[in-house]
């Protein structure tokens, strides 16, 4: 959905233009400061699932003079890029009536976002007319074997190649904190976990001490506490301070970070597989809480900015942001860049240690690239000694692929989710059969495409209600299929290897097995 703001505007100050235009927004909002503009857009990307006002299904403007608040719009700008990265907004100065025209686009830049696939093809290939020094806008790409020239896009919807320079730019400058940030109380952002807190103080740190833990059954609030809570312990143990509330501002900028709408490549992912990489270090690095603290924060970052594709996709049109990385772990280097760049900003005691420790978050992050997963596994079963730079991949890889760990009817959710982005990975091939992927969005042969159909309340009511894997198959009988692929190529072997290393994680082969019985069970003939 889009939103339009304005910023202490009178009714007697709202032009013909601003009214005229209204209706291209799913709402509009008056509010009488800044600072009560920045506590609406925290408050609403923490919404219930499935959360309409995510800023980043529509595209939502600022309307406002900068005069009155001493900021302007470029400045205002810079500031929605470095704490809401994945959103769609953008400021105007109201009082100039050339600026107002900007209006018109919103209703063709809303038709992109709210069709998933035009929106995932945006991020991958497309990036704006304000392109960073050094990023040549007429660069080549090659497509069906031709070379074609690729065009700036006029469009202000997020994209990779924008996502990864606006980091750079912002690490260059170490800008400090503005206050409109500084002087925000997250804490009062969190009201579902602090009500069950006071029901039950033990809540949270029961969920998260058992491999039984559910990412998908907890609301973005809870997600951004349990990061919290966990985090905060770990620092604690590893005697590597950070303020709540600096850390509150740490995990609301990384949520707002990852996309939402992802169905699986998400926060909840993030925070799924933290949990998991901390399980992980009590058996294993149960002495050294430095690098356990490091390596849960490179969980809780691994995958930020993930567009919910894959490299392959980003290769195949040869993309920008492919080419940034010479086409080698292309994700994995964009999250290590950006998660890295975010964290010198916001905790850089904890980054400095970390590149003191073989660049440690950096390489746990590169490690989680799948097409490295057999040299991980050789590693495994043949390096003896063991190095620690492997003990440490091991357990981030491990806790990424995880979910086929998890006890059924949770494991059973995350096939589902992942089922669903592998469907959006596949339609999006087919889209680029008929468009060349970086042409221009506002273009005719874009006006007729198609929008699949995206449930979001059905996918909610899966995800927090139902949990026999029969109820799940029903709809998507080739689910087996595909968690038997999984397990047979990547899981199985894998798991088996690091039980028989490391007698107290039998438990994640055991599991493996018994979710493997079950999908040959109902597996579906090709």
Known sequence: MSTLF??????????????????????????????????????DRVSPFPNAHNYETGVSLVLYDPSKFQLTVRQLDVLFKRFFPSFNISAIDHTQEENL??????????????????????????????????????????????SVPTQACEANIYTLLLHLNDAKAQHLQKAS??????????????????????????????ILSTWDFCALSLSTQELIWCGFTLIKKLSKDAKVLIADNKLLLLLFTLESSYHQVNKFHNFRHAIDVMQATWRLCTYLLKDDPVQTLLLCMAAIGHDVGH??????????????????????????NFHRELFQQLLSEHWPQLLSISKKKFNFISEAILATDMALHSQYEDRLMHEKPMKQITLISLIIKAADISNVTRPLSISARWAYLITLEFNDCALLESFHKAHRPEQDCFGDSYKNVESPKEDLESIQNILMNVTNPDDIIQDHPYIPNGQIFFINTFAEVFFNALSQKFSGLKFLSDNVRINKEYWMKHKKPQ
């Open 177 to 206: 904190v503005p206050r409109l940030i500084r002087n925000i109380e997250f804490m009062s952002f969190l009201s579902d976990p602090i009500e069950k807190i006071s029901q039950d103080g033990s809540h949270y740190w029961n």
């Open 101 to 146: 025209q900007r209006l018109e686009c919103v209703e063709r830049e809303n038709n992109i976002c709210r069709n998933r696939i035009t929106r995932i093809n945006h991020w991958m290939y497309h990036h704006h007319d304000d392109t960073p020094e050094g990023i040549n806008k007429n660069s080549y790409s090659t497509v069906n074997g031709n």
């Open 6 to 43: 304005l910023i202490g505007i009178h009714e007697i100050e709202k032009s013909q233009t601003i009214v005229r235009n209204e209706h291209y927004f799913d709402r509009v909002i008056e509010l009488q400061d800044m600072d009560s503009l920045m506590i609406t857009l925290y408050k």
């Open 307 to 332: 567009p919910g594709t894959n490299n392959q996709l980003l290769c195949n049109c040869e993309s920008e942001v492919a080419q940034n990385f010479k086409n080698v772990s292309i994700l994995e």
